[in-house]
Nanobody
Framework: VQLVESGGGLVQPGGSLTLSCAAS????????MSWYRQAPGKERELVLS????????NYVDSVKGRFTISRDNAKNTVYLQMNSLKPEDTAVYYC????????WGQGTQVTVSS
């Protein structure tokens, strides 16, 4: 089983990034996929999730209208589109797969700074 995140990096405030999480080794289409983030000195927090049917749920008010989660079951990939990025979005972003088991990716760093 593997979850591999990519797409992180350094971006200026107001910029955009799209994170990808490529899955393998399990039946991706039947799992709930989630994006978490962990800022320096803070606990990991759940940001967005998407059901196997493609219904998304937002858990962080500060990203509403800016972040969008989506999935492509044909590509076994979940995405996090992040727009209007702010310095407080700086964190390591992790994807997670949940159903009968839980799997985590290794994380990708997102730094928002001028």
């Amino acid at each position: 089983v593997q979850l591999v995140e990519s797409g992180g990096g350094l971006v200026q405030p107001g910029g955009s990034l799209t994170l990808s999480c490529a899955a393998s080794g399990f039946i991706f289409s039947s799992y709930v996929m989630s994006w978490y983030r962990q800022a320096p000195g803070k606990e990991r927090e759940l940001v967005l999730s998407i059901s196997s049917a493609g219904v998304s749920t937002n858990y962080v008010d500060s990203v509403k209208g800016r972040f969008t989660i989506s999935r492509d079951n044909a590509k076994n990939t979940v995405y996090l589109q992040m727009n209007s990025l702010k310095p407080e979005d700086t964190a390591v972003y992790y994807c997670k797969a949940t159903r009968f088991s839980t799997y985590w990716g290794q994380g990708t760093q997102v730094t928002v700074s001028s």
